[in-house]
């Protein structure tokens, strides 16, 4: 804000959303996660890789997908403030940036450790990957700890 109090316009960018989103995501695996399952969530920022078109399927309608992945995957209500503001942040990507198309990864069913990967691309190359994982504490109690 400036000394009047109005918000300043700063430019969106991808890499500061994709710090921003990093650490609400976390903070959403940590309220998940129970003394029976981890939740983990992520947002990176690959590089230079390529999409194998085999693998991903364009998301059209971004918010019920999003609202999918919360209510479904996460089992949150994607109406209350957790799930709300997920949906938003990952929209934030299409709002307020031009030509951005999201892919739905496909997804691993296995049930010790379900997973789900969403990568959105724009023409200039710029790539973010976004994923979610549930994973039973049975299944991490046999891991060596690091």
Same mark, same amino acid.
């Given at each position: 804000? @400036?000394? %009047?109090?109005?918000? =300043?316009?700063?430019?969106?960018?991808?890499?500061?959303?994709?710090?921003?989103?990093?650490? $609400?995501?976390?903070?959403?695996?940590?309220?998940?996660? @129970?003394? %029976?399952?981890?939740? =983990?969530?992520?947002?990176?920022?690959?590089?230079?890789?390529?999409?194998?078109?085999?693998? $991903?399927?364009?998301v059209d309608t971004w918010d019920a997908e999003f609202d999918a992945l919360a209510n479904d995957f996460l089992r949150i209500d994607a109406r209350a403030r957790l799930g709300f503001y997920l949906v938003e942040y990952l929209c934030w990507?299409?709002?307020?940036t031009q030509d951005a198309t999201c892919y739905r990864g496909a997804v691993c069913d296995d049930p010790a450790a379900p997973?789900?990967?969403?990568?959105?691309e724009w023409p200039d190359g710029h790539v973010v990957q976004i994923g979610a994982r549930r994973v039973?504490?049975?299944v991490t109690d046999g891991m060596p700890s690091a």
């Amino acid at each position: 804000m @400036d000394k %009047a109090g109005a918000m =300043s316009e700063e430019a969106f960018s991808i890499s500061r959303h994709v710090h921003f989103l990093e650490g $609400y995501l976390d903070a959403v695996g940590r309220t998940l996660s @129970d003394g %029976a399952e981890l939740v =983990s969530l992520w947002c990176v920022q690959p590089g230079d890789t390529a999409r194998d078109p085999a693998r $991903y399927a364009r998301v059209d309608t971004w918010d019920a997908e999003f609202d999918a992945l919360a209510n479904d995957f996460l089992r949150i209500d994607a109406r209350a403030r957790l799930g709300f503001y997920l949906v938003e942040y990952l929209c934030w990507f299409r709002d307020f940036t031009q030509d951005a198309t999201c892919y739905r990864g496909a997804v691993c069913d296995d049930p010790a450790a379900p997973e789900i990967v969403y990568r959105i691309e724009w023409p200039d190359g710029h790539v973010v990957q976004i994923g979610a994982r549930r994973v039973s504490r049975a299944v991490t109690d046999g891991m060596p700890s690091a």
